[in-house]
């Protein structure tokens, strides 16, 4: 079965930068997609970003445009996430995920996931 492992997380203050990765092992073949996805204490988890296998197709969420950028070499069982502009609000466990199939921004329909890693902004 795939495993996601993410690296990259920490503390940093606002206006800062900081990218994560993730790196996927086992038949990646087998998905479809990979994204980001982070979660707040005390609120639900929502989409950052998602990309399809050749790295072409890119999907953001709201939080994420225009200061996220996910990017992902073709057909690679990497992808990053670089964050700049970084607020307080964006302090999350983020997550990387992977599924097979249509693409979708709910993290529901999302089955394969990471363990997660913190970032703190303030």
């Known amino acids: 079965h795939v495993q996601l492992v993410e690296s990259g997380g920490g503390s940093v203050q606002p206006g800062g930068s900081l990218r994560l990765s993730c790196t996927a092992s086992?038949?990646?073949?087998?998905?479809?997609?990979m994204g980001w996805f982070r979660q707040a204490p005390g609120k639900e988890r929502e989409v950052v970003a998602v990309?399809?296998?050749?790295?072409?197709?890119?999907y953001y969420g709201d939080s994420a445009k225009g200061r996220f950028t996910i990017s992902r070499e073709k057909f690679s069982s990497t992808i990053e996430l670089q964050m700049t502009d970084l607020k307080p609000e964006d302090t999350a466990i983020y997550y990387c995920?992977?599924?097979?199939?249509?693409?979708?921004?709910?993290?529901?329909?999302?089955?394969?996931w990471g363990q997660g890693t913190q970032v703190t902004v303030s």
């Open positions: 086992g038949p990646i073949f087998s998905t479809d997609w």
């Open positions: 990309i399809d296998t050749a790295g072409v197709l890119i």
């Open positions: 995920a992977a599924k097979a199939g249509l693409r979708t921004m709910t993290p529901i329909e999302w089955d394969i």
